[in-house]
């Protein structure tokens, strides 16, 4: 054929014509992924609205070690990012790439091992995130077999993906496909750097990087996990669904490219506007700041192409429950896009970091642009695939209204307790005192708003089941086109006749666009240079975190009960970053360091305060404190709404791994002494009976062996490295 192309490329073509091929797609996969969806979108969305009672009425844990907040909810992140969402992902994917490629996926064989691999994958998060098998990274919890087989899931959609692509019928690359080439990519290279972390046994293991290195790693991956799991291909989805909703063409083909090359280039480089006011250098800073601000035009782009798709349908979306849901959810990404670079700005984020602010703004984006997304994709695809109608629009409204005034009840009381704790977190008296110097004080203000964040958590569940119930009738009322037949001509080699150029009469981007190689590898480069430029001065210029000699790594009990600390999941409450603020060091004390976290695989930081900073707390309080603390947080601080820890009183530490560990860290640079690993639990043992020894001067007996002495090792040595102020 090529043969003829350039012998006589008039005929070929002509040729070409009267050539049309019969395929089908496979909307069996399609089904599979939007049933899954639904699964693990209920089965998320009710371990959130377990945790949000939880944040008010701690006893909710129900008395167990394996439903406290700390350890459930990264399940709750984990399953509404990577199942939930992750699966919607993949239906939209399977369902879009084949009509926009003209071509049934790849290989149904890898279509399978895709979907059942990744619900293997949910699955064991299921099972080991509540055992306090973790890696405490924030969406990135899960240990190191299941990372490799993410990675493995990871590359067999790809593989599918691409295969699919090459063998195309449609020479031309539809924008969505530019946003899911982006996503396959970069998740590629995100998990890969931020997964780099050292097995010590079997579901145990330490992060490749220390401290300041790990957070900017760990941010880097965590907005971009956002910005390229939860945004891109959900975009690529938009530019597929809404117009097809709508009946429209979407409204500016320019715009989509602006907005593609833009978002992929600039987002890159947001990640350290999560870390302002830590120990992470001031130019990381900066740099993380002045790209976040520019997000927003990228953004809002793609937020008005999507919108103004809608141009002469609007009539249509009164009637209309999918375009409802699909409007809101741009809505709310607009609304998302808005108020990240606002939150960017150093000046709103000393008042809004670490505080529910940030966690309203989250859930704007998740609940409103993920989930009604998601529903409005649904709702528009399942009867096609079925070949019915949709059982009822009067359940879809409903769920429309529910969902709405879900998000609603969600974000506000958060938003009120985001301004909340962060006014009263900064507020001096006259006499330059602070105004609520128990931190206690700003947490008993917002309970109510815990209440409500829980109601709104109900009521956007109860529209998700009202969907449960209309699609199951909906599906049962048609059968499922498996293998949905299809028409098209067969996909021609590129032809350039004398004295035109290969783009001639199209746009100069079509050049681009019928290269899916060529579009891969610009899409990488666009991607590593922001995280190329932001890492590579970080691990290599030693002035970026300068050491302290006072600084040492943690004793063999203190290691341990830090993994304890990991395991019961406290940096989901707690900080450990003491900020340049007054405010910050008249109740904590010095503020942080970078030297100080040189040993901290990983990094403790933590991202929201429901309890008080810890980094300051070593030594503040005696070992009987922390011991009835953590038997009865009511008991050293009434109305406290921490869970008790009554198994950490009952278990034996496990020492098994101690040699392990300490070789493990000894091998990423952690300078121990010689032959330290081999007499590391002599020495445990020896620290851990003079807390006990100490304990019971105060009439509180306790084995030396228990989990509790270990974590009391460990909270009594944060901080303590260097001189420090004070804290009053």
Not at 431 to 449: A, C, H, K, R, W
């Amino acid at each position: 054929m090529l043969a003829e192309v350039l012998k006589a490329p008039g005929e070929a073509l002509k040729n070409s014509v009267r050539t049309v091929e019969t395929f089908y797609y496979d909307n069996k996969i399609v089904r599979d992924f939007a049933y899954a969806t639904l699964f693990w979108g209920v089965t998320g969305m009710l371990i959130g609205v377990l945790i949000a009672f939880q944040l008010a009425r701690p006893e909710l844990n129900m008395g167990t070690e394996y439903t406290t907040f700390g350890r459930i909810r990264p399940l709750h992140t984990n399953a509404v990012i990577f199942a939930f969402v992750g699966n919607g992902i993949f239906m939209g994917v399977y369902y879009s790439l084949q009509r926009l490629c003209k071509a049934r996926m790849y290989s149904d064989v890898l279509s399978k091992i895709h979907f059942w691999a990744w619900q293997l994958i949910i699955v064991s998060a299921v099972i080991t995130l509540p055992l306090g098998y973790t890696s405490s990274k924030e969406y990135a919890e899960l240990e190191w077999p299941i990372d490799i087989a993410i990675t493995v899931v990871w590359v067999v959609f790809g593989w599918n993906m691409f295969g699919t692509i090459i063998k195309r019928r449609e020479r031309h690359m539809y924008v969505g496909i530019w946003f899911y080439i982006a996503t396959f990519l970069t998740v590629a290279v995100l998990h890969i750097v931020n997964s780099y972390e050292i097995p010590v046994t079997f579901m145990k293991s330490y992060s490749g990087y220390a401290g300041v290195q790990d957070a900017l790693v760990q941010w880097w991956y965590g907005h971009n996990a956002v910005a390229f799991f939860l945004t891109t291909p959900y975009l690529g989805m938009m530019y597929y669904f809404l117009p097809k909703a709508a009946n429209r063409p979407v409204y500016s083909y320019r715009l989509s490219i602006i907005h593609f090359w833009s978002l992929i280039f600039i987002y890159i480089w947001a990640g350290p506007h999560h870390l302002l006011y830590t120990a992470l250098p001031d130019w990381a800073q900066s740099l993380g700041v002045v790209f976040s601000v520019m997000l927003i035009a990228p953004s809002w782009g793609g937020m008005i192409n999507g919108l103004l798709t809608l141009r002469g349908a609007w009539d249509k979306v009164r009637e209309e429950s999918v375009l409802k849901f699909m409007v809101v959810a741009i809505t709310a990404y607009g609304m998302a896009t808005f108020e990240g670079p606002l939150l960017s700005l150093k000046n709103v984020n000393a008042i809004a970091h670490y505080t529910d602010w940030i966690v309203a703004h989250v859930h704007v984006g998740a609940l409103g642009w993920n989930g009604f997304l998601t529903f409005g994709i649904l709702y528009w695809l399942l009867p096609r695939i079925f070949r019915t109608e949709l059982y009822s629009k009067k359940l879809a409204n409903w769920h429309f209204w529910l969902g709405t005034m879900g998000i609603l009840f969600y974000a506000v009381p958060m938003y009120w307790a985001g301004f909340t704790q962060g006014l009263m977190w900064k507020q001096f008296t006259n006499e330059g005192l602070l105004q609520y110097s128990n931190f206690l004080e700003t947490v008993l203000q917002i309970v109510p708003m815990y209440y409500l964040r829980g109601i709104g958590g109900l009521l956007y569940l109860s529209g998700v089941f009202l969907m449960i119930y209309n699609v199951i009738k909906t599906v049962k009322s048609g059968s499922l086109l498996a293998n949905e037949e299809a028409q098209s001509a067969p996909l021609m080699p590129a032809v350039v006749i004398k004295g035109e150029t290969p783009h001639a009469g199209g746009h100069w981007h079509r050049l681009i666009e019928r290269r899916p190689v060529q579009m891969a590898v610009f899409a990488t480069v666009a991607i590593l240079i922001g995280g190329a430029v932001e890492m590579i001065p970080t691990f290599l210029v030693e002035s970026n975190v300068p050491t302290i000699d006072s600084v040492k790594p943690y004793t063999a009990l203190e290691l341990q009960g830090r993994d304890v600390y990991i395991k019961e999941g406290c940096v989901n409450c707690h900080s450990q970053m003491v900020r340049p603020f007054r405010s910050e060091t008249e109740r904590y004390g010095e503020y942080s360091k970078a030297g100080e976290f040189v040993y901290d695989r990983p990094f403790l930081w933590g991202s929201k305060r429901t309890g008080p900073d810890l980094h300051r707390v070593g030594g503040k309080y005696p070992n009987s404190w922390h011991y009835h603390h953590m038997l009865d947080p009511t008991s050293m601080s009434p109305g406290s709404i921490m869970p008790s820890y009554p198994w950490l009183f009952e278990k034996d530490l496990d020492t098994s791994d101690t040699e392990a560990k300490i070789e493990t860290l000894a091998g990423l640079g952690t300078p121990y002494e010689e032959g330290y690993a081999q007499k590391a639990n002599e020495d445990l043992m020896r620290q851990a009976r003079e807390i006990s020894a100490d304990l019971r001067k105060e009439n509180i007996e306790v084995k030396p062996e228990k989990e509790i002495v270990a974590l009391i090792a460990y909270l009594q040595r944060l901080g303590t490295d260097i001189k420090v102020k004070e804290a009053k």
